[in-house]
Nanobody
């Protein structure tokens, strides 16, 4: 089992940048694929980006492709989401999630979730 804690959210103006971090407990972080999701007010939780256990494979939603970058540091048990050129429609609670995996597949069920961090983009 893994526990996840997100950080780095906040208020930013449109066009600005933020970097979210998600730190996992335990010593088996490298055995998990990691994903970022977000939930805007009154809407469902949507996939944003994912990275394989090795870091070699990444996958993005069309809405953030070219603006967001997911990365991981297995030595620090941390996954990052670099968000650039932020738009008001990026306003949401951002969640990281983990899925046990030893393949490069990323469209898989994510079993473990953090509590979320709020990102607000003002126009």
């Amino acid at each position: 089992q893994v526990q996840l804690v997100e950080s780095g959210g906040g208020l930013v103006q449109a066009g600005g940048s933020l970097r979210l971090s998600c730190t996992a407990s335990g010593r088996t972080f490298s055995r998990y694929a990691m994903g970022w999701f977000r939930q805007a007010p009154g809407k469902g939780r949507n996939f944003i980006a994912a990275i394989s256990w090795s870091g070699l494979s990444t996958y993005y939603a069309d809405s953030v492709k070219g603006r967001f970058t997911i990365s991981r540091d297995n030595a620090k048990n941390t996954v990052y989401l670099e968000m650039n050129t932020l738009k008001p429609e990026d306003t949401a609670v951002y969640y990281c999630a983990a899925a046990p995996s030893n393949t490069e597949r990323l469209v898989i069920p994510y079993d473990y979730w953090g509590q979320g961090t709020q990102v607000t983009v003002s126009s």
